[in-house]
Nanobody, 124 residues
Framework: QLQLVESGGGLVQAGDSLRLSCAAS????????MGWFRQAAGKEREFAAA????????KYADSVKGRFTISRDNAKNTVYLQMNSLKPEDTAVYYC?????????????????WGQGTQVTVSS
């Protein structure tokens, strides 16, 4: 099992920044591509960003492109999501996820392991 624990969420104002972290344990971290998803109240979980095992391939949802940056530090078994220029519509629970298959994935079914989530609330 790959255990994932997110941190860094909170309440911020529109235009502020936050950095989410996701610490992994239990398996060899660099064997997993990683993703960040988010789920707003009453909505389905949606893709935000993904990064391949080495970090060479990165993908973003159009809604966050240019504002969010995903990165990983394999020496620290951690994946990050730097979120800048936050908007009220970014309010959601943010989840990190691990994928054991090659390549990245843009949908929930492409991931095998999930964290418990961290709440991000952006006030206007």
């Amino acid at each position: 099992q790959l255990q994932l624990v997110e941190s860094g969420g909170g309440l911020v104002q529109a235009g502020d920044s936050l950095r989410l972290s996701c610490a992994a344990s239990g398996r060899i971290f660099e064997d997993y591509a990683m993703g960040w998803f988010r789920q707003a109240a009453g909505k389905e979980r949606e893709f935000a960003a993904a990064i391949s095992r080495t970090g060479a391939l990165i993908k973003y949802a159009d809604s966050v492109k240019g504002r969010f940056t995903i990165s990983r530090d394999n020496a620290k078994n951690t994946v990050y999501l730097q979120m800048n220029s936050l908007k009220p519509e970014d309010t959601a629970v943010y989840y990190c996820a691990g994928r054991g298959s090659p390549g990245t994935a843009l949908n929930v079914r492409g991931y095998d392991y999930w964290g418990q989530g961290t709440q991000v609330t952006v006030s206007s």
